[in-house]
C-alpha cells in the first residue's frame, strides 16, 4: 500500500521559513510526479506547486514563486517544499500528492495523497 507521510510543519511567525518533506513507501517514486496542495480552512485545496518526475522542472503557483522551492531526491523517496518569507495567508493544511504523469495544477489528477500538515503563520 502506498503512503505519503508529511512532515515538518508548525507554527512561525510572519517572515519565517519552514521546511516541509513528503516520505513516499511502496512506491516507485522516481515514476511519479510530485506536487504540494495546500487547503485553508473553508476553502478549495489548491495547487502550490509541482516537480516532474527527474526533478529538473518545476511549477509554482503565482503567490508562492519566488518565496518557495520545491525539490526532490529520488534516492530517499522524499520531496520538499522550503517556504520563505512566510505570509499569515499561508496558513492552511499542506499535502504532498503523487501522480504517475506530468505535473498537472488539480486535485483529481492525482493519485495518491498524504495526510497533511498544518503549517500556521503568526502576524
Known amino acids: 500500500q502506498v503512503h505519503l507521510v508529511e512532515s515538518g510543519g508548525g507554527l512561525v511567525q510572519a517572515g519565517g521559513s519552514l521546511r516541509l518533506s513528503c516520505a513516499a513507501s511502496e512506491l516507485t517514486f522516481s515514476n511519479y510526479a510530485m506536487a504540494w496542495f495546500r487547503q485553508a480552512p473553508g476553502k478549495e485545496r489548491d495547487f502550490v506547486a509541482g516537480i516532474n518526475r527527474i526533478g529538473d522542472t518545476t511549477y509554482y503557483t503565482p503567490s508562492v514563486k519566488g518565496r518557495f522551492t520545491i525539490s526532490r531526491d529520488n534516492a530517499k523517496n522524499t520531496v520538499y517544499l522550503q517556504m520563505n518569507y512566510l505570509k499569515p495567508e499561508d496558513t492552511a493544511v499542506y499535502y504532498c500528492?503523487?501522480?504517475?504523469?506530468?505535473?498537472?495544477?488539480?486535485?483529481?489528477?492525482?493519485?495518491?495523497w498524504g495526510q497533511g500538515t498544518q503549517v500556521t503563520v503568526s502576524s
Open positions: 500528492a503523487a501522480r504517475a504523469a506530468k505535473v498537472l495544477p488539480s486535485t483529481r489528477a492525482y493519485e495518491y
